[in-house]
């Protein structure tokens, strides 16, 4: 499984965006899927959970909840991450991964700088 992130840019405070995450496969529905994030000199961190099938049960860091919301269209083969309220402290790359054990994939990743 390939994945292909998308969605980054250059935001101010309080603006929004929305991260995407393609799977190459339609197997996709299968796999747990995550998004992750890096700031520079830190470690990456979980930043949202969904679990796999068509329910899709979430999960949130304590630091975005209320402000992102991750979403999965199994059709499309895609997760989706809205960030709103965006906040310096949120500037990272952002990585989406698909979990479904043993296998692990990760994407390459999308720059978000929220900045004035």
């Known amino acids: 499984v390939q994945l292909q992130a998308s969605g980054g840019g250059l935001v101010q405070p309080g603006g929004s965006l929305r991260l995407s995450c393609a799977a190459s496969?339609?197997?996709?529905?299968?796999?747990?899927m995550y998004w992750y994030r890096q700031a520079p000199g830190k470690q990456r961190e979980l930043v949202a959970s969904?679990?796999?099938?068509?329910?899709?049960?979430?999960s949130y860091a304590d630091s975005v909840k209320g402000r992102f919301t991750i979403s999965r269209d199994n059709g499309k083969n895609t997760v989706y991450l809205q960030m709103n309220s965006l906040e310096p402290e949120d500037t990272a790359v952002y990585y989406c991964?698909?979990?479904?054990?043993?296998?692990?994939?990760w994407g390459q990743g999308t720059q978000v700088t929220v900045s004035s």
């Open positions: 991964r698909a979990r479904r054990p043993p296998v692990d994939y």
């Open positions: 496969e339609s197997i996709f529905t299968f796999y747990a």
């Open positions: 969904i679990t796999s099938g068509s329910g899709g049960s979430t």
